[in-house]
């Protein structure tokens, strides 16, 4: 459901490189797809230490208990080809790319088009489509 510029990857068999800052109750499941397959590409899960070290990652998934580090973490993606992910509270309004949500007792997630778009990412209008479209905050 999202497509990466080209220039993301060196060869059409370099791993997505799924990379999990902080510790959530959503970290286990992300946990599970390492080595798992995604458009060809197989998934690494990484764990980068540094925030310059999150430039390697294809994704970023911010657990909630990272919010310390939000802004940093949201400065050292913005402009690069990184979809941002994150169960942090109005993520997506903040300047990621996808946040999750619960509403009615179900996981919910809203999207930043202008984020995916700084980032050069293609969200398919499917996934738009079962998404709340959400912009940026200003303040």
């Known amino acids: 459901f999202i497509d990466w510029p080209s220039s993301a990857f060196e060869a059409p068999n ?3 490189k ?3 800052w902080g510790n959530s109750p959503v ?3 992300i946990g599970s797809l390492n080595d798992k397959k995604a458009k060809n ?3 690494n899960i990484l764990r980068p230490q540094e925030i310059r070290d999150i430039a390697q990652c294809h994704v970023l998934f911010v657990a909630s208990a990272s919010q310390s580090k939000l802004k940093d ?3 050292a993606t913005d402009g690069k080809a990184i979809l941002t992910v994150s ?3 109005n993520f997506a309004q903040r300047g990621g790319v996808i946040g999750l949500f619960v509403s009615g007792g179900k996981m919910r997630f809203a999207i930043n088009r202008d984020a995916s778009s700084r980032s050069e990412l293609r969200i398919s209008s499917q996934l738009l489509k079962l998404g709340k479209i959400v912009s940026t905050d200003k303040h």
């Open 73 to 75: 973490l949201l400065g």
């Open 14 to 16: 370099t791993p997505i």
């Open 18 to 20: 799924l990379c999990i």
């Open 41 to 43: 590409r197989i998934i």
């Open 87 to 89: 169960d942090v509270q």
């Open 27 to 29: 970290v286990a499941a």
